[in-house]
Nanobody, 125 residues
């Protein structure tokens, strides 16, 4: 059983930055594939980025070059640094984990078995 807790959400103006963190308890987080998804009102949950146990990273085209996913194995956390934020980045952001690495783009939400409660990020124009 892996419990995930997100932190770091908030409100920012367009062009600003936010850093999200996802803390895991119950298991060694670095052994899992860990990802970030987001869901805007009225839209489906969409994949943002993920990092595998070997450290390889994958990003959605909409955030590539602006967002960076990273891991802190000592703290058992995975962070999402979000720069050059746009109003369309406004969403509830969820961290997720799965037992096996995922070496492709656009994993569906059902591919991840562990989820956090989410943290709201709002970007104003």
């Amino acid at each position: 059983q892996v419990d995930l807790v997100e932190s770091g959400g908030g409100s920012v103006q367009a062009g600003g930055s936010l850093r999200l963190s996802c803390a895991a308890s119950g298991y060694r987080y670095s052994n899992y594939c860990r990802g970030w998804f987001r869901q805007a009102p009225g839209k489906q949950r969409e994949w943002v980025a993920h990092i595998n146990s070997d450290g390889s990273t994958h990003y959605a085209d909409s955030v590539k070059g602006r967002f960076t996913i990273s891991q802190d194995n000592a703290e058992n956390t995975v962070d999402l640094q979000m720069n050059s934020l746009k109003p369309e980045d406004t969403a509830m952001y969820y961290c997720a984990a799965r037992d096996l690495d995922y070496y492709a783009l656009r994993p569906p939400p059902w591919a991840f078995g562990y989820w956090g409660q989410g943290t709201q990020d709002t970007v104003s124009s």
